[in-house]
């Protein structure tokens, strides 16, 4: 019996497919290793604002507070800004006191409680429940201490800054006091104190429906302000010493 001869039409096809197969191997490691090297230039997470790591519901504070300032309680926010700006009109507007206003409020409030009280038999409506109403002293300790901790921070920098030795924190604090008596002489202290709340009651929300806009305009400006403040550093605030040296060797 005579060997069996191959088929040469099926050893070149076997020898085609092996080829093929070796060059998707070939494409498939050479890809992956340049998804490997690729991942290294990748830009890390987005940076937030104020270097922000956490959702801003929780930066907040969380809660029933937070909600409110980020109207998930859409009935409860309205009804405060409301009540704040009607307050806000009746001092600015027609020209109430806060005296005056506090009073008149009391007038009404016992008043109103005293005849539902007296009258709600007549009118077969029970007589109003007063509740007790005990202020709990941890509330006021941990204000306290709340506060005391925010006046010896305060007290802190303003130490550090007047100490001298950071020009730039020097500048940025006489820059905000600036702006902020700037403003201050636009609007009367109530009205200031109006709109710094309906900031705090409408920034957050806006921020929060558009933080990627936000934060990226941020960041670009943050640039742009370290590129401006190293220019500034470079002509002035470096030649400062010396100036000031050669003025003492002067004298």
């Not at 998804?35 to 922000?52: A, D, M, N």
């Not at 109430?96 to 007038?107: E, K, P, Q, S």
């Not at 941020?218 to 370290?226: D, G």
Request: aromatic share 12%.
């Amino acid at each position: 019996m005579g060997e069996k001869m191959s088929d040469p039409t099926v050893e070149n096809t076997e020898s085609m497919m092996d080829k093929i197969t070796e060059i998707i191997h070939n494409h498939e490691v050479s890809s992956s290793e340049s998804e490997s090297e690729s991942e290294k230039y990748l830009p890390s997470k987005k940076s937030r604002l104020f270097g922000r790591q956490k959702p801003v519901h929780h930066v907040l504070g969380g809660g029933r507070s937070a909600d409110i300032i980020l109207w998930r309680d859409k009935q409860t926010s309205a009804s405060i800004l409301g009540g704040v700006t009607v307050i806000w009109l009746l001092f600015e507007w027609i020209g109430y006191h806060l005296l005056t206003f506090v009073c008149h409020a009391l007038i009404l409030s016992l008043a109103v409680l005293f005849l539902w009280s007296n009258l709600g038999s007549f009118v077969n409506k029970a007589p109003p429940k007063f509740p007790e109403i005990l202020l709990p002293e941890e509330l006021f300790v941990r204000a306290a201490l709340s506060l005391r901790f925010e006046i010896n921070r305060a007290f802190a920098i303003f130490r550090e800054v007047s100490s001298g030795k950071n020009l730039k924190h020097f500048l940025m604090v006489i820059a905000a006091l600036w702006v902020i008596s700037v403003v201050g002489g636009w609007f009367n202290f109530l009205t200031l104190f109006y709109l710094v709340y309906l900031m705090m009651h409408t920034l957050p929300v806006l921020y929060e429906k558009h933080e990627d806009k936000v934060d990226t305009f941020a960041e670009k400006a943050l640039i742009e302000l370290n590129k401006q403040y190293a220019v500034f550093d470079e002509k002035v605030l470096q030649k400062l010493p010396k100036a000031m040296n050669k003025a003492k060797k002067q004298h």
